[in-house]
């Protein structure tokens, strides 16, 4: 189940998030992995779109793409982008199979209950077409809790990740390290993983 608080302060700040966005975005090379990794034309589904930033760039690249977040001003700006079609949802929502060649989840997880994991990537392989890719975005350390802003977070390493993917029956791949502040403005390393259906 997603974090009412946390969702109170996307809702709340979509603004800042969105200018934060515009800067990460525009050099993320990860999402350029991503689009590589998804076949011509695929169907893609961004788990956690935030303000669209990946999913206008999945678009602009020639991808059909889904695009849900639980937090109503983040659907508010991710619903006018051309070629994304976008709608409120949790994770729990997921409740198709074989639909989508792509999957990007990108730091929207970490901000689900850690005893949850286990059922979201369940859900998550149930509607990733076999073959398909996932790419999952976490932040690196152990524990949870709630940052300035107070949003909830879970933090996962590698080993962790890895294990939860393969229990979901999902085939770990690559993997990349990184630092960032994002909006709390306090650096956290990250992690994000490529695992297959």
């Known amino acids: 189940m997603s974090d009412e608080r ?3 302060v996307y809702n709340r700040q979509s603004d800042e998030y969105a200018a934060m966005m515009d800067r990460e975005a525009a050099r993320d090379p990860i999402i350029d992995r991503f689009i590589a990794a ?8 961004d788990l956690g779109c935030g303000a669209g930033h990946y999913a206008r760039r999945m678009a602009e690249a020639g991808l059909r793409v889904d695009a849900i977040d639980a ?7 991710t619903s006018p982008l051309p070629g994304v079609t976008a709608r409120l949802g949790r994770f729990e929502d997921l409740d198709a199979k074989d639909v989508y060649d792509g999957i ?5 997880l970490l901000h689900s209950p850690r005893a949850d994991m286990p059922s979201h990537l369940a859900r998550i392989a149930a509607v990733l077409r076999p073959g398909g890719i996932l790419f999952l975005g976490m ?6 809790g709630r940052d300035r802003l107070d949003r909830h977070y879970e933090y996962y ?3 962790e990740l890895e294990a939860l993917l393969t229990g979901a029956g999902l085939r770990p791949g690559d993997c990349w390290y990184g630092k960032a502040e994002g909006m709390a403005g306090h ?3 990250w992690i994000v993983l490529t695992a297959h259906g």
Not at 104 to 108: C, K, N, P, Q
Not at 139 to 144: N, V
Request: net charge positive; proline share 6%.
């Open 157 to 159: 390493e590698r080993d």
């Open 104 to 108: 990007w989840a990108y730091f929207s």
């Open 38 to 45: 998804c076949p011509a034309g695929g169907r893609v589904l």
């Open 6 to 8: 946390t969702l109170a």
């Open 187 to 189: 650096p956290e390393g």
């Open 139 to 144: 932040k690196r350390g152990s524990g949870g």
């Open 71 to 77: 937090a109503k001003a983040m659907v508010a700006r």
